[in-house]
């Protein structure tokens, strides 16, 4: 069983920048998938950006790019989203995400269905 726990969400003036932290454990995450999600209020959760552990390749929602990065702590089973510029619909509960890799499966997926395990989500609010 996989455990995630982000930190590192607070308040931040639009422009400003903000890095979340997810804490992983519970297994040996080199064939895994991991994500950010994020909540807008009134929203449907929607996906920011994912890492494939293995190499580091990234992706992100078009929303987000060029903004922020996903990166990894190999050492520590640590994965980071560094928030640049931000604005303010950038305000959510941001969710960290893992999945691990299925057969035929690519390792990239930007539904949260195909995300077997979640963090409780840290808040993230950008005023204008």
């Known amino acids: 069983q996989v455990q995630l726990v982000e930190s590192g969400g607070g308040l931040v003036q639009a422009g400003g920048s903000l890095r979340l932290s997810c804490a992983a454990s519970?297994?040996?995450?080199?064939?895994?998938?991991m994500a950010w999600f994020r909540r807008a209020p009134g929203k449907e959760r929607e996906f920011v950006g994912a890492?494939?552990?293995?190499?580091?390749?990234?992706y992100y929602a078009d929303s987000v790019k060029g903004r922020f990065t996903i990166s990894r702590d190999n050492a520590n089973n640590m994965v980071y989203l560094q928030m640049n510029s931000l604005k303010p619909e950038d305000t959510a509960v941001y969710y960290c995400?893992?999945?691990?890799?299925?057969?035929?499966?690519?390792?990239?997926?930007?539904?949260?269905?195909?995300?077997?395990?979640w963090g409780q989500g840290t808040q993230v609010t950008v005023s204008s």
């Open positions: 995400a893992a999945k691990g890799m299925k057969p035929l499966s690519s390792w990239l997926a930007i539904r949260e269905s195909s995300y077997d395990s």
């Open positions: 519970g297994r040996t995450f080199t064939t895994y998938t």
């Open positions: 890492l494939r552990w293995i190499n580091g390749d990234t």
